[in-house]
Structure formats: C-alpha cells, structure tokens
C-alpha cells in the first residue's frame, strides 16, 4: 500500500498545548460495515463511529447497526447525496453527525443544515495537496460544525496515504476539524507531535490502516493506537 510519510519539518508548527488542554483529541473510526465487527471496535469506545453511504466505495454500508454505547456517535458518510437521501439515512440509523465528503457547496450546506437542524454535526471534508487553498473553507464555517482534511487521492476517502501536515501550519481558522489521511500505528510519533501544536484538531479519523478487509477492523492495532495516542 503506498504511503507518504513527508512530515519534515512537523516541529515548525507552533506549539501551544494544543487540544490535551481540553482533554484529549477525539476518535473517529470509519468505515465500518459488519455488525459483530461493529461491536469489537465499540467496545474500545471510540468518540465517533463513521458508516459509508456511498455505494461506490467497498466499505459502503446497507446493513443495520446494533446498539452502541450512547456515548459513541454515529457518522453518516455521503458523497454528492440529495438531502432527502440524507435525511432518509439520518432517520433511518439516527444519525448524530453528517459527513460530506463530495463537492457540497456553501449554499446546498446551509440548506442541509435548516433542514435537520442544529442537534446533528456537519462535518465537511476538505482533500488536500500541497497546493491548498485554506481560504476555500471559510465560507463554510458558518454552516459547518467540523472540517475533515483528507488526502487527495483517486478516492473521496480511505485512500491510505498521509499528506504532509506541515501544509496546516497555513490552516488561518480557529475552526474545529477532524486530521484523516492514511494514521496508522506507523505515524503515532508524528500523530502525537502535531497534537502539540496550535492546532484546533478535534478528533483523528482511523479507517483503512486498520483493516484486515475493506470495512473489518482490527481491534487489537486499533487498541495500540489508543494506548500509545497521548492524550
């Protein structure tokens, strides 16, 4: 599986307590798709569990989700989806935040948020390249609880790269946003390094570098990660 681990230079980005003063970066895990499987991971008690309603994708989930510890909340994953779609799913698995990970615009997040009101998270996927334009988030902010960056690759998500995160020492918001893009058990020095920055990192999103299978997790690396992420 192809990897960028480029974070040289990681240590440029000021450092201020960064989010373990609030207590603790959160955990999203995605891609889930097998109920047992969904059970071993929530038993690690993860603060976001991310199921993928993008048919296209091979961890896409049309299934039914067993009951998970309420503390846990549960992600729907939408790729240029209409709203009644997301508002069916939402519904449907009660959904207790959005996630876009297509070309939504300002307007079509607005009128996603007037439509399921403030209770349930929106949170906008941004790809990014070493060329990214952070300017480009602003306008969402208003309508957006979280931004995600991802690395842009060939798919929407769970490409399994990195992108070098010294590209967010551009980042000009104080705007919450989930870090995604290939962490692994491999990037945890780094993963902790860049947790000591400024940064207003509100959660790590884990999907395909710990996986057995498209949409299994392993719940032993998933564990590690845990117990050596510094929180």
Request: glycine fraction near 10%.
């Amino acid at each position: 599986m192809k990897k960028n681990t480029n974070h040289q230079g990681i240590s440029a980005l000021s450092p201020s307590g960064g989010p373990d003063a609030s207590g603790g970066v959160g955990i999203k895990i995605c891609g889930m798709k097998y109920p047992n499987n969904i059970l071993e991971v929530a038993s690690l008690l993860p603060d976001y569990m991310g199921f993928i309603f993008w048919d296209k994708s091979t961890r896409y989930f049309d299934g039914v989700i067993p009951p998970l510890p309420k503390s846990i909340k549960k992600v729907g994953v939408f790729v240029n989806e209409s709203i009644a779609v997301i508002l069916a799913k939402a519904q449907t698995y009660d959904l207790q935040a959005i996630q876009l990970h297509g070309h939504e615009s300002v307007a079509f997040c607005t009128e996603l948020r007037l439509a399921i009101g403030n209770d349930i998270e929106i949170i906008k996927v941004f790809s990014v390249a070493a060329d990214f334009e952070f300017e480009l988030t602003q306008p969402f902010e208003a309508v957006c609880d979280y931004f995600l960056f991802d690395t842009k690759g060939k798919l929407p998500g769970g490409n399994g790269t990195t992108f070098d995160w010294t590209v967010l020492e551009k980042y000009p918001s104080t705007k919450p946003f989930f870090l995604s893009g290939g962490l692994g058990l491999e990037e945890i020095d780094v993963t902790n390094a860049i947790l000591t920055t400024h940064l207003p990192i509100h959660a790590l999103d884990l999907n395909s570098k710990f996986e057995t299978g498209p949409g299994l997790k392993d719940k032993i690396l998933l564990s590690k990660f845990q117990h050596k992420l510094k929180h």
